[in-house]
């Protein structure tokens, strides 16, 4: 039989760190940057292990992705992304008292040594092209809007030249002919993939979601594995509570985790806001969150947390928006 190589990696935003069984049975660990030199160096220290090498790594939210991908793409690589909710229960089973990152990579390369083996798959090009577009049209939005802003200072300014003024407003002509033209071009992409334009009609059903909105959390959910739960997607998107307790101190109040993906967490936002003006449900359960003593923020959080669940229940039973199952009796 043909002797494999083996490998677990621990993915944080920074760094790999990387356990590695060689064919010959000998292990090492390495360590490595998680950006495009460090994935580079990492396929040049596996390929050494042996002609075929099975990777085994967590999904862990935007940072195992474009690892993953390198993988992919390698000869001789193949890699499994899994769940980290599996890995947990595997290291409880193995009983791991310690949590390293140099723990986690052993864990892993046990991990994908003695469960079955299944190999990750990209995802499509339409998503992978429909994501980088969508995020391009969210940074051309945010540029208008600042240029916008100086548009608007200049307008009340008796100091600057007019020459100015006329600038800004070529800027955002041009601003506005780019979004056109990306929007089009992400809309045909949608249109021409069935799945994607169910989901796309799904989400512009919701109150507060209209074409960009529904595009740019199109982009974002799609790319994600499709074994994940909801309080995964939550946990993915950085809206999960994070709690501080220390020692003796006064424990502070809880925040979103923002340990997650922030383009998704930016694109929840906006929609959340005109929900709750437009949708009687939203807006009575926002209601309902600050006469508790919620700040408006929190409420505001809350909604957007709300929202990501409804997405994920009309994306699982493939349904349009409705307000009864999302805010049963305000709940």
Known sequence: MEKVGWAGIDVSAAQLVVAIEDARGAERRVEVRNDAAGHRALL??????????????????IYHFELALALHGARGVEVMVANPRSTKDFARAAMRRSKTDRVDAAMLLDFVKRMP???????????????ALARRIAALSQTRAEEKQRLHALAHSTAFAPTL?????????FLDDSLRQLTAAAQALVAADPQLGRRFGHLVSVPGIATRSALRLLAELTVLPPDLTVRQWVAHSGLDPRHYESGSSIPRAPRISRAGNSHLRAALYMPALVAIRVDAAVHG???QLVSRQKRPKQAIVAVMRKLLHAIYGMFAHDEDYDAAKCYPRGA
Do not use: D, M
């Open 285 to 287: 359960f926002y209601a």
């Open 44 to 61: 040049t220290t596996l390929k050494r292990a042996g002609k075929r090498v099975r990777v085994g790594l967590e999904a862990t939210g």
């Open 165 to 173: 003024a006329a600038a800004s407003r070529a800027h955002i002509a």
């Open 117 to 131: 083996f299944r190999p990750w798959s990209p995802p499509s090009a339409a998503v992978l092209n429909l994501r």
